[in-house]
Nanobody, 127 residues
Framework: QVQLVESGGGLVQAGGSLRLSCAAS????????MGWFRQAPAKEREFVAA????????YYADSVKGRFTISRDNAKNTVYLQIDSLKSEDTAVYYC????????????????????WGQGTQVTASS
């Protein structure tokens, strides 16, 4: 079992920045690929970014490339999502997720392939 707790969301002016954190507990964190997803009202949950277990490779949705940065600190069992140049369309609940399957090489971009989820943190861009 893995427990995930997100934090760092809030109301930020469009164009601003914030950093989301996701603290993990329950098993060897570095054995899990980690992903960030988001879900806006009346929309499906969508992939945002992912990172391999040791942090060597990162992946991004086209809509956030160049503005979002995913990183992790395995010593702190934490994954981060740095959000810069926030846009109104980034407004959503952001979730972190863990894929701890031992055969995973490239982190998945589909939500159903992740084993564990946090409760989500709201990010709102104000105009």
């Amino acid at each position: 079992q893995v427990q995930l707790v997100e934090s760092g969301g809030g109301l930020v002016q469009a164009g601003g920045s914030l950093r989301l954190s996701c603290a993990a507990s329950g098993r060897t964190f570095s054995s899990c690929a980690m992903g960030w997803f988001r879900q806006a009202p009346a929309k499906e949950r969508e992939f945002v970014a992912a990172i391999t277990g040791r942090g060597g490779n990162t992946y991004y949705a086209d809509s956030v490339k160049g503005r979002f940065t995913i990183s992790r600190d395995n010593a702190k069992n934490t994954v981060y999502l740095q959000i810069d140049s926030l846009k109104s369309e980034d407004t959503a609940v952001y979730y972190c997720a863990a894929d701890c399957r031992p055969w995973t090489v490239v982190p998945p971009v589909t939500a159903r392939e992740y084993d564990y989820w946090g409760q989500g943190t709201q990010v709102t861009a104000s105009s």
